[in-house]
């Protein structure tokens, strides 16, 4: 059976979040897009459901974390390479998102982060298990 995710997290501006993740190469679905959210396509499987923060609300009890100030998620995108990593950092960068710390180069597994205009972190990376060192292998 085939499983599907979809992330929910709450954005203060739908217009310009939609905006942002478009200049990264973003689809969204309209089927599932109002003046509340948005559905993004991340893969066949994979889904990003940005809701407008009044929206989003009415799903919880609890307060919405400000992700300016707190960090209550990571969300990490594996891609096809280590240029598809830095061509997806500029393009964040590019469409106002930041880079709140140095890429991570472990020789087999290549990473960045960006925070997008929301707060939200989104690290991308490139993984060559064939390049993997021995003893982290073991634990397969």
Request: some cysteine.
């Amino acid at each position: 059976m085939t499983k599907q995710i979809f992330i929910n997290l709450p954005v203060k501006d739908l217009d310009k979040t939609i905006e942002f993740f478009t200049k990264l190469g973003f689809k969204f679905n309209p089927q599932f897009t109002d003046e509340n959210a948005t559905c993004m396509i991340v893969s066949d499987d994979i889904f990003v459901m940005l809701l407008v923060e009044k929206f989003f609300k009415t799903f919880i009890k609890k307060e919405i974390c400000d992700a300016k100030k707190s960090t209550e998620v990571l969300l990490a995108l594996a891609v096809e390479s280590r240029g598809e990593v830095d061509k997806m950092m500029t393009d964040a960068i590019k469409a106002g998102g930041s880079e709140p710390r140095a890429p991570q180069d472990h020789g087999w597994m290549y990473g960045r982060s960006f925070e997008d205009i929301n707060g939200h972190i989104w690290e991308v990376f490139y993984m060559d298990e064939s390049q993997m060192p021995e003893e982290m292998k073991k634990g397969q």
